[in-house]
């Protein structure tokens, strides 16, 4: 199944304790023009980055480094080609209209360029049709203005100019806060002193299709593993976990057994079967000793952490064909 399928699942069918806003239902191939689907519960807090595959006519929006959107786009018609590249927020406007094309309405608008290119709401036929603009979806827009702030980064990728995994992204964000692309993940480490991500909100994706654990801070990777997955253990869809307050009194944490254990809670995001507690995930999902206590150092109340079978980012050379017609 194609990768834009696989998030398409992963963020479609939620069953979440924070209600998703009107989101398209859409079937697991494709999103018809002007679907969308926004769950903004997976990462509650930190950077938000956009990326717009143009190849794809997508828009993929990712807070602290986890993907939370997807929708639908028309980008610039044949003439008026949105340029590639990166872009930050310069002015965020709810009730703009243009001031090059007859005062036509841009609602949510958030401008990238001072000559014309902005995304926005608007019609969304099925191919590239604007004046160089990205509209969205208008109730995607407008969750979008909502959570973004004037600064914040947007990648705009073809495949003639971008790597593959920026124009063809995955769960886990390809391009960092300030849109440089992301190191390859596949690495064990952990920095939790690195300066560009001293402070700030804490994600965790468990990848049981990578093998692999990513922790996220501020919408900066700070740490990778390799993860130990237990002969017949799986999962069939997405869990969501997240830290409560206060400890479980007596108990030793599962991460480091010097310390005491957090509250969690567990939410089924997509699954076709019983969802397993955290004393279920933690005997049968493991990491090495020293990477697990770095990640319970971080753990505060809050935090959440997504154990999904999907794969967390896209294999560089993996070529992707394109999902609709870009051209009519």
């Known amino acids: 199944m194609r990768l834009v399928a696989l998030i398409v699942v992963f963020l479609m069918t939620a069953s979440s304790p924070v209600p998703a806003r009107d989101t398209a239902r859409a079937?697991?191939?494709?999103?018809?023009?002007g679907a969308y689907l926004w769950h903004p519960e997976l990462a509650p807090a930190g950077p938000v980055v956009a990326v717009v595959s143009l190849d794809e006519q997508r828009i993929y929006v990712y807070r602290n480094g986890i993907a939370i959107g997807l929708a639908t786009i028309s980008s610039g018609r044949r003439g008026h080609e949105t340029p590639p590249g990166v872009y930050?927020?310069?002015?965020?406007?709810?009730?703009?209209?243009?001031?090059?094309?007859d005062n036509a309405p841009m609602p949510f608008m958030e401008r990238l360029t001072w000559d014309g290119v902005a995304l926005h709401g608007g019609p969304l036929p099925g191919?590239?049709?604007?004046?160089?603009?990205?509209?969205?979806?208008?109730?995607f827009a407008e969750a979008l203005f909502a959570i973004t702030r004037s600064g914040d980064t947007v990648v705009v990728a073809?495949?003639?100019?971008?790597?593959?995994?920026?124009?063809?992204p995955a769960v886990l964000a390809p391009v960092g806060a300030l849109g440089d692309t992301e190191p390859t993940p596949n690495v064990d480490s952990f920095d939790a002193d690195e300066?560009?991500?001293?402070?700030?909100?804490?994600?965790?994706?468990?990848?049981?299709?990578?093998?692999?654990?990513?922790?996220?801070?501020?919408?900066?990777?700070?740490?990778?593993?390799?993860?130990?997955?237990?002969?017949g253990f799986a999962?069939?869809?997405?869990?969501?976990?997240?830290?409560?307050?206060?400890?479980?009194?007596?108990?030793?944490?599962r991460l480091d057994p010097s310390r005491p254990r957090h509250r969690w809670s567990v939410y089924p995001i997509r699954t076709n079967s019983d969802t397993p507690d955290v004393d279920a995930l933690a005997e049968h999902l493991?990491?090495?000793?020293?990477?697990?206590?770095?990640?319970?150092?971080?753990?505060?109340?809050?935090?959440?952490?997504?154990v999904t079978d999907l794969p967390a980012v896209r294999d560089t050379e993996m070529t992707h064909p394109i999902l609709e017609s870009t051209t009519r």
Do not use: Q, W
């Open 27 to 33: 079937d697991a191939a494709r999103l018809a023009p």
């Open 88 to 101: 930050t927020i310069l002015e965020k406007d709810r009730d703009h209209r243009s001031n090059l094309y």
């Open 127 to 139: 191919y590239p049709a604007s004046h160089g603009c990205v509209r969205l979806p208008k109730a």
């Open 158 to 168: 073809a495949a003639s100019k971008s790597p593959m995994n920026v124009v063809h």
């Open 195 to 231: 300066s560009s991500a001293s402070d700030g909100p804490v994600s965790i994706l468990v990848s049981l299709s990578d093998r692999r654990v990513y922790v996220l801070r501020n919408g900066v990777r700070i740490g990778s593993s390799a993860l130990d997955v237990s002969d």
């Open 235 to 253: 999962i069939s869809g997405t869990l969501l976990l997240v830290v409560g307050e206060g400890y479980e009194r007596g108990a030793p944490s």
């Open 286 to 306: 493991r990491v090495p000793d020293r990477f697990a206590r770095a990640v319970y150092a971080l753990l505060k109340p809050g935090t959440t952490v997504v």
